[in-house]
């Protein structure tokens, strides 16, 4: 599985953002998909969750009712549009992908989208 992020960027206070994951390699294995994030200094968090099949979500309680992740399968693609952004949304992105579960479970990553906010 080969993941590939884009559209971060520099936005003001207020402004929005869409992310997006391109995913390749065996897609049908694929479990679930997050995205998390790492400011300067901080561990990565999770923002956002979507598991396969049932499309299910979850979000971090810092994001809800702003952030709205979504998968489209028919294009191999994951997205995570971002609205309201805040200067403490300024993060790395990073999209993963988890295959199988615990104890054989794999997680693969992208190499992550900057995301700038400004006040």
């Known amino acids: 599985v080969q993941l590939v992020e884009s559209g971060g960027g520099l936005v003001q206070a207020g402004g929005s953002l869409r992310l997006s994951c391109v995913v390749s390699?065996?897609?049908?294995?694929?479990?679930?998909m997050r995205w998390y994030r790492q400011a300067p200094g901080k561990q990565r968090e999770l923002v956002a969750t979507?598991?396969?099949?049932?499309?299910?979500?979850n979000y971090a309680d810092f994001v809800k009712g702003r952030f709205t992740i979504s998968r489209d399968n028919a294009k191999n693609t994951m997205s995570l549009q971002m609205n309201s952004l805040k200067p403490e949304d300024t993060a790395v992105y990073y999209c993963?992908?988890?295959?199988?579960?615990?104890?054989?479970?794999?997680?693969?990553w992208g190499q992550g989208t900057q995301v700038t906010v400004s006040s």
């Open positions: 979507i598991i396969s099949g049932g499309g299910d979500t």
């Open positions: 390699g065996r897609t049908e294995s694929i479990d679930v």
């Open positions: 993963n992908a988890q295959v199988g579960k615990i104890p054989k479970r794999y997680d693969y």
